[in-house]
């Protein structure tokens, strides 16, 4: 499976900005997604997940209500819109894809086999 980001860039703090996944080589509506990202010096983070089948979306506390994930199967491509971003969502932002089931949703970095190589967003005060 690879996976490709885009879309990330400068912003300044409270924009917005929108990433894109593109994916390949797994059957995309039937993989569980995920959005990640690490700042400089800390460990990867979960964002946000998609589920194949299973329809659903969870996101982490930090995030929720300020990002929104989407996915769209006929375009093989996963989405995560950024807004009020501030100066501490600076991080390189990655897509995951994940060989279990796609009925759940899934959080921890293990539980994902595929990573894209990731798409830096840079938030400016």
């Known amino acids: 499976v690879q996976l490709v980001e885009s879309g990330g860039g400068l912003v300044q703090a409270g924009g917005s900005v929108n990433l894109s996944c593109v994916a390949s080589?797994?059957?995309?509506?039937?993989?569980?997604l995920g959005w990640f990202r690490q700042a400089a010096g800390k460990e990867r983070e979960f964002l946000a997940s998609?589920?194949?089948?299973?329809?659903?979306?969870f996101y982490s506390v930090p995030v929720k209500g300020r990002f929104t994930v989407s996915r769209d199967n006929d375009k093989n491509t996963m989405y995560l819109q950024l807004s009020d971003l501030k100066v501490d969502d600076t991080a390189v932002y990655y897509c995951?894809?994940?060989?279990?089931?796609?009925?759940?949703?899934?959080?921890?970095?293990?539980?994902?086999?595929?990573w894209g190589e990731g798409t830096q967003v840079t938030v400016s005060s």
């Open positions: 995951a894809a994940s060989a279990h089931s796609d009925y759940f949703i899934y959080t921890r970095t293990d539980e994902y086999d595929y």
């Open positions: 998609t589920s194949g089948r299973g329809g659903g979306t």
């Open positions: 080589g797994r059957t995309f509506s039937r993989t569980s």
